[in-house]
């Protein structure tokens, strides 16, 4: 795109796309840096907010992930916040309508740094009048406040406009109290129900799912991982060992790297691999053969990261690209997105598990979707094994029942070792910790609650939870053929 014709803006400007070409290698900007631009085209109303992402990603302040995921929607949501306000405050005074008013003089092109305080202040009343409070509210204060702090620092502002008390200087804009939340999840029963009846459609008269095999491998793996919504979305097929090189533990282990940039491995099953093995050899591939014209127009349109191939190192994936070994834990979601391999026949192979119609990973919203119509098709089918009515079963329910049965499971096994002066030192929830890539021991200690690890025991309470929700499946050892391969 940035070698294409001039871009037509508002007010018969015209922006030259290979001048960002330049700009991007000059400060060694990654693709898929972010940069804010006003309705009109210019910057001139988000230069410090442009000043402060550069300068956030120069000194490595802020990961590119973070910041496309969260400051950019903070602060450019505030920014929009407060020249719709001081647009109110000039129409109140002029006495004419809001939107006459914009009409005749525009937007104002406030930057931050034009913030006063009782904008901060509106603006959390605003987000609380929006429903949006706790944690979740006092992250944007946050990064809001972070803003500010920089920007004093600076000198790009002369008083900081976020409330401060106290010596510690505490940002009085968040609030200290949080609410007691109770983790809803489901019973092994009730989740082995919702996979097979809610995802896969197992029984389901009309309403049944494209690709049943995948929705039900998406759920199996929230399940029996941990892994977060996107993290599940934009796994690599090469991350999961195929089912005839799981070690004989049943139990292989991938690293990868999640929210806050927490990097932790992820355990993967016997059992999962062999729920996911009806995908993997007859959806996936059915998949990728039909998504070929699509893939080709992509690739022709340079949408595609093609790599050369995928290896292995300590026992870890890598991708090769231009030569150059990457991890793939390195790997980012948007490289995740497009990347794929030419196989020896021309085929164009996506590197991501779970596949859309077009070969590429569906959009992350799509598994909310997903997990609407799965609710439905539970509901309809009107079981005693359907979940109770206050749990509303989303993809991170499913998160939270495989940290209440892992923790469990583990617990459990530990019982009886009250006198091995080892165990006195090993923390069960820490290792609940790692699995679920959690920063804090904060978040993972209110799974306590719900359960009523040790290291060497997660193996098998890993596997003890997988068998309880995969029961009724072919084994491992049914699907081997007489000559020790792997039937499809």
């Known amino acids: 795109m940035l070698d294409g014709p001039p871009l037509l803006l508002p007010n018969g400007r015209t922006f030259d796309p290979s001048i960002a070409l330049e700009v991007l290698d000059r400060h060694g900007l990654p693709d898929g840096y972010p940069f804010v631009l006003d309705d009109d085209g210019t910057a001139d109303g988000c230069r410090y907010l442009n000043r402060y992402l550069l300068e956030a990603w120069q000194q490595r302040g802020l990961t590119l992930d973070t910041m496309r995921k ?23 005074a002029q006495e004419q309508d809001l939107n006459i008013w914009l009409a005749d003089h525009g ?8 913030v006063t305080r009782d904008d901060l202040f509106e603006y959390r009343k605003h987000r609380q009048n929006f429903g949006i409070k ?13 803003f500010y702090r920089y920007a004093l620092d600076r000198g790009w502002i002369t008083t900081d406009p976020v409330p401060r008390w106290g010596t510690k200087k505490r940002n009085t804009l968040i609030t200290r109290s949080r609410e007691q939340r109770v983790e809803k999840f489901l019973t092994l029963p009730q989740a082995k129900h919702f996979l097979e009846v809610g995802l896969r459609g197992d029984g389901a008269d009309q309403h049944r799912p ?7 491998g998406y759920g199996l793996l929230l399940l029996t991982t941990g892994m977060r919504r996107e993290e599940a979305g934009h796994l690599l097929d090469c ?4 089912l005839e090189e799981m070690p004989p533990s049943g139990v292989d282990s991938f690293r990868r790297t999640g929210k806050y940039q927490v990097i932790r491995d992820v355990y993967i099953t016997t059992e ?39 290896g292995h190192r300590k026992g870890q994936p890598t991708i090769v690209i231009r030569g150059t070994t990457i991890p793939a834990v390195e790997f980012s979601i ?51 094994l359907r979940p109770p009515a206050h749990v509303h079963v989303t993809p991170h329910t499913m998160r939270h029942t495989f940290a209440v049965h892992c923790l469990s499971e583990l617990m459990r096994s530990a019982q009886g070792r009250a006198l091995d002066p080892y165990a006195l030192v090993k923390n069960p929830v820490e290792t609940v910790r790692q699995l679920l890539g959690h920063a804090s ?13 040790w290291q060497e025991e997660a193996p098998s309470a890993l596997r003890r939870v997988a068998e309880a929700v995969t029961s009724g499946l072919a084994k491992p050892e049914d699907l081997q053929s007489p000559s020790g391969g792997v039937t499809s």
């Open 107 to 114: 937007e104002p092109t406030l930057d931050l740094t034009d």
């Open 334 to 384: 948007e490289n995740r997105r497009r990347a794929v391999r030419i196989a020896d026949d021309g085929t164009i192979e996506p590197l991501a598990l779970f596949l859309s119609r077009r070969g590429l990973p569906p959009h992350i919203d799509y598994w909310d979707h997903l997990f609407t119509d799965a609710r439905q098709r539970v509901h309809d089918h009107g079981s005693a």
């Open 441 to 453: 021991i904060e978040t993972t200690q209110k799974y306590i609650y719900a359960a009523e690890i």
């Open 210 to 216: 494209a690709y049943p095999e995948r929705d039900y």
């Open 239 to 242: 991350e999961v060992q195929p």
């Open 70 to 92: 969260t400051h950019i929607r903070f602060l450019t949501r505030f920014l929009r916040f407060i020249r719709v306000r001081h647009a109110q405050v000039e129409a109140a």
């Open 272 to 310: 999962f691999v062999n729920g996911l093995h009806l995908y993997r050899t007859a959806e996936r591939p059915t998949i990728i053969a039909a998504a070929q014209p699509s893939l080709r127009e992509k690739r022709r349109a340079g949408q595609l990261l093609v790599v050369d191939r995928i």
């Open 134 to 146: 706790g944690s979740t509210l006092n992250n944007e204060l946050s990064a809001l406040s972070g």
